[in-house]
């Protein structure tokens, strides 16, 4: 089914259960897929075009070192302007080969078909493409909307159980984010994930993003949880994945949220994230070690006149509300320290419970 968005929006998005050839680009196209689905790819009856490349990207790679020998491969062939770049994997691969195709002769056209409940229901959306330097994640990248997103339900089949929890925290940020707990509730339940909860995600993502493409107010929602989420990613030196940080953060911004006195989310749906948070416990950096990150984010502040080298005075953090949308705040670093040691402490609450 081909899924309803704003009029004008820059991508197609298709949710369907397996691959479908006629959803491919017309013209000349290639593709940068990731190794392991190339099996069900072509037994699927997909075709596999000239110059594919099939990588293998883990996330500590997700640099721009990753992506230069595609651009080299593609300008010795060469490939040209007609192309369409068709990027088919998870949220690592699709963001390295969006920024790929944003790079390539200026930019030309791709087409994402997201493999990971991640990247289906969060990460293929939006235009964001990106690889990390060593000061953070994403701190390179550009907007590059794909024309279409097909998202083929089969290929969550295979995925393994902790990754499909992993994406499960970007859908239930998305229901944090306006505010709907019956949904996130639902959603923090044992039991299979449901299509349609990815289908809801990018309805409400599609709408936000083009309104607001570039950042510049209502788009921060969407980074609920992401702050503390990716210095928590990175101080785990990316064993914690990129899901679970963001679960992490969530539960993080709830006590956030607390502190700067918002009405309390209700104790059971923290219990409910916390029971499913706990086993992540040991690879819950330390403050000192997220404080530098949390820092280097970049959304926090600085006083007028200092350096990069000034702590920061306040860091930007989006709050989740019962009842309504999440809204954005700038807290001292002595707030996200309350809120690191709260995390810490229900976590180790849920784990002596277990
Ligand atoms: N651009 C955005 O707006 C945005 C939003 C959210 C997250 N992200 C990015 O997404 C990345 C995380 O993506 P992810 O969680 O998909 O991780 P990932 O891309 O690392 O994929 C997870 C693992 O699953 C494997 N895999 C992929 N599809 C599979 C399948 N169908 N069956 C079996 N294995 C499969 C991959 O090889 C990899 O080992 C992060 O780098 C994050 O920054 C981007």
């Known amino acids: 089914m081909r899924l309803a968005t704003p009029p004008g929006f820059a991508t197609e998005v298709f949710i369907l259960e397996g691959p479908a050839r006629d959803l491919l680009p017309e013209g000349a196209w290639t593709l940068v897929g990731d190794r392991c689905l190339r099996e069900a790819w072509l037994a699927a009856g997909m075709p596999e075009p000239g110059h ?16 230069l020998p595609w651009l080299e491969h593609w300008a010795s062939v060469p490939l040209h302007r007609d192309l369409t770049v068709v990027a088919l994997g998870g949220g690592v691969l699709t963001d390295l080969t969006g920024l ?5 002769l200026r930019g030309v056209p791709w087409q994402v078909w997201p493999t990971t409940l991640l990247a289906m229901a969060d990460a293929a959306l939006g235009g964001k493409t990106g690889a990390d330097l060593a000061a953070g994640k994403n701190l390179v990248g550009a907007f590059h909307p794909p024309r279409r997103l097909v998202a083929c ?3 969550l089949a295979g995925l393994p159980p902790r990754h499909l929890q992993n994406g499960r925290w970007e859908l ?3 229901a944090l984010i306006q505010g ?3 949904w996130a509730e639902e959603m923090l339940q044992d039991g299979p994930v449901k299509i349609a909860w990815v289908e809801r995600a990018l309805a409400f993502k599609a709408g936000v993003v083009h309104r607001d493409p570039r950042e510049a107010g209502e788009r921060r929602l969407l980074n609920l949880g992401h702050t503390l989420g990716h210095a928590l990613e990175a ?3 990316y064993q914690l994945l990129h899901g679970e940080a963001v679960g992490l953060g969530l539960l993080g911004a709830c006590f956030l949220a607390e502190e700067e006195g918002l009405k309390h989310l209700p104790p059971a749906l923290l219990g409910l994230m916390a029971g499913r948070l706990a086993p992540l416990v040991s690879l819950v950096a330390p403050w000192p070690a997220c404080l530098p990150l949390l820092e280097r984010d970049k ?6 006149g200092h350096t990069e080298a000034t702590p920061a005075t306040e860091i930007y953090c989006i709050l989740p509300r019962p009842g309504e949308s999440a809204v954005q705040r700038a807290l001292p670093p002595k707030a996200w320290e309350t809120s690191h040691a709260r995390l810490l402490s229900m976590l180790h609450q849920e784990t002596d419970r277990a």
């Open 52 to 67: 594919a490349l099939w990588v293998s990207v883990p996330e500590k790679d997700k640099k721009l070192s990753a992506v």
């Open 100 to 104: 790929a195709a944003s790079l390539y």
């Open 153 to 155: 339900t089969s290929f």
């Open 172 to 174: 239930i940020k998305t």
């Open 180 to 182: 709907e707990l019956a």
């Open 235 to 237: 101080a785990s030196g």
């Open 299 to 304: 959304k926090s502040k600085r006083s007028n």
